[in-house]
């Protein structure tokens, strides 16, 4: 019966209950009724996406409200809903960094070819402040790279040879992605230099991997291990990763 109980302004009691109750409606229709919920999970259920019509998708709309700085519930739970928005749900809605919401990070990074951290990092929210989406996958089109460079194992390496029964490095990884359709450039160098960057932690399989300075590529087929040809005496083989000193690696879009 308290809520029944106004000041005396000469305003009836159940006329204030019903204004109040009508404000309540209006204010989360609007988007701003978090000071009426108790929990994140509640904030996540009444609030609805409402960026500027035209203007900016979800994810930048709550992504933009969001301090990554300070980690607070609040911030946490509006770049849970951005992550949403890009493709990666997350249920429930909870405002804490829980381990549902670092494997959605982590897969949402490894898809951006950004650093793995599992964390709401600077980079992955400059990402999610631009509204990038998950990306289309391409993992068919990346298993027919790795089992071309797979069928060319024991081929000789000859210097220029881009196939079909020898190799140079760069020429087995040209002809790699020309059996899915995608045509790259031919030096090891323009190869390197043409593509996206992708961080050696967020390595998948089809990317390719330089090394000595970029003097060399290799295919990374997975599990640590690349393929490629080597140089001249050795025929093309299949060795880890770090038996090689790493440069950089790209990710050709296919």
Same mark, same amino acid.
């Given at each position: 019966?308290?809520?029944?109980?106004?000041?005396?302004?000469?305003?009836?009691?159940?006329?204030?209950?019903?204004?109040?109750?009508?404000?309540?409606?209006?204010?989360?229709?609007?988007?701003?009724?978090?000071?009426?919920?108790?929990?994140?999970?509640?904030?996540?259920?009444?609030?609805?996406?409402?960026?500027?019509?035209?203007?900016?998708?979800?994810?930048? &709309?709550?992504?933009?409200?969001?301090?990554?700085?300070?980690?607070?519930?609040?911030?946490?739970?509006?770049?849970?809903?951005?992550?949403?928005?890009?493709? &990666?749900?997350?249920?429930?809605?909870?405002?804490?960094?829980?381990?549902?919401?670092?494997?959605?990070?982590?897969? &949402?990074?490894?898809?951006?070819?950004?650093?793995?951290?599992?964390?709401?990092?600077?980079?992955?929210?400059?990402?999610?402040?631009?509204?990038?989406?998950?990306?289309?996958?391409?993992?068919?089109?990346?298993?027919?790279?790795?089992?071309?460079?797979?069928?060319?194992?024991?081929?000789?390496?000859?210097?220029?040879?881009?196939?079909?029964?020898?190799?140079?490095?760069?020429?087995?990884?040209?002809?790699?992605?020309?059996?899915?359709?995608?045509?790259?450039?031919?030096?090891?160098?323009?190869?390197?230099?043409?593509?996206?960057?992708?961080?050696?932690?967020?390595?998948?399989?089809?990317?390719?991997?330089?090394?000595?300075?970029?003097?060399?590529?290799?295919?990374?087929?997975?599990?640590?291990?690349?393929?490629?040809?080597?140089?001249?005496?050795?025929?093309?083989?299949?060795?880890?990763?770090?038996t090689m000193p790493f440069y950089k690696a790209v990710?050709?879009?296919?």
């Amino acid at each position: 019966m308290a809520l029944l109980c106004g000041p005396r302004s000469g305003v009836r009691p159940m006329t204030m209950l019903r204004n109040r109750i009508a404000a309540t409606a209006a204010a989360v229709s609007l988007g701003v009724g978090l000071a009426l919920t108790s929990s994140p999970a509640a904030q996540a259920r009444s609030v609805p996406c409402m960026p500027s019509k035209g203007t900016v998708s979800c994810s930048k &709309y709550w992504a933009n409200r969001a301090n990554p700085a300070k980690p607070t519930s609040s911030s946490i739970l509006n770049l849970q809903r951005a992550l949403v928005q890009v493709g &990666y749900p997350i249920k429930p809605l909870t405002g804490t960094l829980n381990s549902t919401t670092r494997a959605r990070l982590q897969s &949402y990074q490894r898809e951006r070819a950004i650093k793995v951290t599992g964390k709401f990092d600077q980079q992955t929210v400059k990402a999610l402040r631009a509204g990038r989406p998950k990306l289309v996958s391409t993992a068919g089109k990346a298993a027919k790279v790795v089992a071309y460079a797979n069928r060319q194992l024991g081929k000789p390496y000859r210097s220029g040879a881009v196939g079909p029964s020898a190799f140079d490095c760069s020429g087995l990884t040209m002809a790699a992605y020309k059996s899915a359709g995608r045509s790259i450039t031919r030096t090891s160098y323009a190869q390197l230099s043409a593509h996206k960057s992708v961080p050696k932690s967020a390595l998948q399989p089809g990317d390719i991997v330089g090394f000595y300075g970029g003097g060399h590529v290799a295919t990374y087929v997975g599990k640590g291990y690349v393929i490629h040809a080597s140089r001249p005496g050795r025929p093309v083989a299949k060795v880890k990763l770090s038996t090689m000193p790493f440069y950089k690696a790209v990710r050709p879009v296919i």
